[in-house]
């Protein structure tokens, strides 16, 4: 049984900086597919990173680098390091594993989904 519980979120001011965290059980990390998908209250769920087999990094363009992914296997944790947020960043994050062959910012690819972190940005 698949599970992710997200934390680290919250209220920070424009130009500050905030990490997500995403801690996964049930989960292999031999060869994952992982992500960090957002949501606000008016727009679809969206991409913002990913990481696959590979072990490199895909992010949404819209960020221009502001964000960094990485994760740690043996913790079986995922991280998300925001740097110079903007309002515009505001939303509930998830993070998300994809069990199938394809991986990337696409959120139909992705099974197991947490329950996502609040992010404010003012």
């Known amino acids: 049984h698949v599970q992710l519980v997200e934390s680290g979120g919250g209220s920070v001011q424009a130009g500050g900086s905030l990490t997500l965290s995403c801690v996964v059980s049930?989960?292999?990390?031999?060869?994952?597919?992982v992500g960090w998908f957002r949501q606000n209250s008016n727009s679809a769920r969206e991409g913002v990173a990913a990481?696959?087999?590979?072990?490199?990094?895909r992010y949404a363009d819209s960020l221009q680098g502001r964000f960094t992914m990485w994760i740690d296997s043996a913790k079986k944790s995922l991280y998300l390091q925001m740097n110079n947020v903007k309002p515009e960043d505001t939303a509930m994050y998830y993070c998300a594993v994809a069990t199938g062959v394809v991986c990337g910012l696409e959120t139909n690819w992705y099974d197991h989904w947490g329950r996502g972190t609040q992010v404010t940005v003012s």
């Open positions: 990481i696959g087999a590979d072990g490199h990094a």
């Open positions: 049930g989960y292999s990390f031999t060869r994952p597919c």
